[in-house]
């Protein structure tokens, strides 16, 4: 016995379709290839930028997660020590006294010294651009520094930008 004729006629239509599904497919790409205006990213239009623009702006672009303080939850005061024992180092000529070591308490909120943590790049509009090593940051006066000290001033001297923080520290250009 033959096979019915419309059983025949569904597989041709799902054939031709799968063809024509194929077809599109293998072409497609080429199609994007010769059109690429409608298909690509749009440029963008760069205008002159060598300075910011006039307005208020925001304390903080972006801040090193070192600079941002701990909220205090409440659960315990603030230490001036180090809860970790790292080394100890002996007081010569203390120890045959006998009596535990001296040890001579260090403010917390003093940083560490030595040079900045960061660099000045460039001053702008009452803003200015500093770097650490994990980032670049615009700031102005009264924003946090990645010292957690916080900008005091900008200033111009003997032709060169200079920022003072709030610890007194001037770190130039």
């Known amino acids: 016995m033959p096979a019915p004729k419309a059983k025949r006629s569904g597989d041709r239509i799902v054939a031709v379709t799968g063809f024509l599904l194929a077809t599109a497919a293998a072409f497609f790409p080429w ?7 409608s298909f690509g990213i749009a440029p963008m239009g760069y205008s002159e930028t060598r300075d910011l623009p006039e307005s208020g702006g925001r304390s903080v672009v972006n ?3 070192l600079a941002i303080p701990d909220e205090n939850d409440g659960s315990a005061e603030p230490s001036a020590f ?4 790292t080394a100890t180092v002996s007081n010569l000529g203390e120890e045959g006294s006998g009596g ?4 001579t308490i260090v403010d917390p909120d003093r940083t560490f010294p030595g040079k900045p943590l960061y ?7 009452g803003r200015a651009l500093i770097e650490d090593k994990s980032g670049m940051y615009i700031v102005r ?3 946090v ?18 920022i003072i923080t709030s610890n007194g520290e001037v770190i130039q250009r």
């Open 63 to 65: 801040v090193s997660p």
């Open 82 to 85: 180090d809860p970790i024992t």
């Open 141 to 143: 006066i009264g924003s």
């Open 119 to 125: 660099k000045l790049l460039h001053v702008a509009n």
């Open 145 to 162: 520094l990645p010292d957690n000290s916080r900008l005091a001033t900008l200033e111009k001297r003997d032709g060169q930008w200079v």
């Open 100 to 103: 535990p070591p001296s040890a």
């Open 31 to 37: 199609y994007v290839f010769f059109n690429q205006e």
